[in-house]
């Protein structure tokens, strides 16, 4: 395969992604739930979005926080699912040496992102049960903005060495990538060259993230118990403890998936191959389908517009 020449390196002009190996001959199939799934995704992160957008009275906190979490899922579904459903419906396996870089750019970047969402989403719960009266003064829409802000340039600070060291190091011949995108550990195995550094950076990043903002969540929740415990109405108990209900959901979809796939990455040599790529298409598609369903389903505020808007009357 032609290979394409920088000063300090040679990369392949492309890669071949090879889908779902082992069930080559069930991925057109395969790919319709997997397309149902991404609608899904896009029309409910929509919606919400529109939903939060159009009614001033959700321009509150968890709202605006639950309106970056949709535009992430936005992003993060996107970035693999028109291509994975091309290889499983047109058998376009072909991915151009820098779409592949762009694409695990925005996989890391956005994983990163989301995750750190969910940390402030915890943050603000903990604010509006253990602080009540304080929370509209703590939480105003300057500082949601700011905490989004600085989420947004983590992930992208932390991952965009990912991609730059890689496009420095050359490849093998070997450029088949077998599964469905593009992810660092997939492409960092196809290089020629020593990759510790590498490797140990991906560590990093993923255990400084993920470390960090399950430390943070965990404490949130443990202060939120410890109020919700302590109240002497046991509907106030109920309503608190189903404020925070959906928020535990969507992190559980998140990183019991993610988890799976980064530790079978690097340590499941024993998992079946088919096993760990339908776990690694899962974890990029099932929380952006399932987050705008649990918020919708959870939430009256955005329950009631959905109705009214399908109903076309007053909730």
């Known amino acids: 395969m032609m290979l394409a020449s920088d000063n300090n390196s040679s990369h392949p002009v492309s890669f071949i992604l090879l889908g779902i190996p082992g069930l080559e001959h069930s991925q057109f199939w395969i790919a319709f739930p997997l397309g149902a799934m991404y609608v899904v995704a896009i029309v409910g992160n929509i919606t919400i979005l529109h939903i939060i957008r159009t009614d001033h009275t959700l321009h509150e906190p968890m709202y605006l926080f639950l309106a970056i979490l949709a535009i992430t899922d936005l992003v993060l579904s996107s970035s693999t699912q028109p291509k994975m459903l091309a290889i499983l419906w047109f058998h376009d396996h072909e991915i151009e040496y820098h779409a592949c870089l762009i694409q695990v750019f925005f996989i890391h970047a956005f994983s990163s992102v989301e995750s750190g969402v969910l940390m402030a989403m915890a943050l603000d719960r903990y604010v509006a049960i253990c602080f009540p009266l ?20 983590r992930g992208l600070l932390w991952v965009s060495p990912f991609c730059f060291m890689v496009s420095r190091m050359p490849f093998c011949p070997n450029q088949v990538i077998p599964q469905s995108y593009c992810e660092h550990m997939a492409v960092l195995k196809l290089v020629c060259a020593d990759t510790t550094i590498n490797r140990a950076y991906g560590l990093f990043v993923a255990f400084s993230v993920v470390g960090f903002d399950t430390i943070v969540i965990s404490i949130s929740y443990v202060m939120i118990l410890k109020t919700v415990l302590g109240l002497p109405s046991g509907e106030a108990r109920l309503k608190a403890f189903g404020t925070c209900a959906s928020h535990i959901c969507v992190i559980l979809a998140l990183y019991i998936p993610a988890l799976f796939t980064f530790l079978t990455h690097r340590f499941g040599h024993h998992v079946p191959q088919v096993v760990h790529i339908m776990f690694a298409n899962l974890y990029l598609l099932v929380p952006p ?6 918020y919708g389903v959870r939430t009256k505020q955005i329950r009631d517009r959905v109705i009214q808007g399908c109903c076309g009357k007053d909730p």
């Open 289 to 294: 389908m399932l987050n705008p369903i649990i």
């Open 134 to 153: 304080g929370h509209p003064s703590i939480l105003t829409p300057s500082v949601v903005g700011k905490l989004g802000a600085v989420v947004m340039m």
